[in-house]
């Protein structure tokens, strides 16, 4: 059974930082690519930052230059390092994985709540 644990959020000041991590379990090894997406109250859920399996990023715009997506391969974990936080980033952070995104085969954790105070 797939498993993915967050953990890192918290209450942070403005222009604070904060890292989170995921780890994922049960997925005999194979993972297409890994994700941190957020879903403020009364918005929908929307990416913040993605890494495939070879290495490659992809960023929200409002997440370029203050986000860093990092992986363990290895380990099946991945780090999303967030620095220069505003207001706007308070959120339930989510992890995912994607184990094909040819098949859309997706697991989501249960989320982290970051809240970055003014």
């Not at 715009?61 to 991945?78: E, M, P, Q, V, Y």
């Amino acid at each position: 059974q797939v498993q993915l644990v967050e953990s890192g959020g918290g209450l942070v000041q403005a222009g604070g930082s904060l890292r989170l991590s995921c780890a994922a379990s049960g997925t005999n090894g194979r993972i297409d690519a890994m994700g941190w997406y957020r879903q403020a109250p009364g918005k929908e859920r929307e990416l913040v930052a993605v890494i495939a399996s070879g290495g490659s990023t992809t960023y929200a715009d409002s997440a370029k230059g203050r986000f860093t997506i990092s992986r363990d391969g290895a380990k099946n974990l991945i780090y999303l390092q967030m620095s220069s936080l505003k207001p706007e980033d308070t959120a339930v952070y989510y992890c995912k994985a994607m184990l094909s995104i040819l098949y859309g085969v997706a697991y989501w954790g249960k989320g982290t709540q970051v809240t970055v105070s003014s």
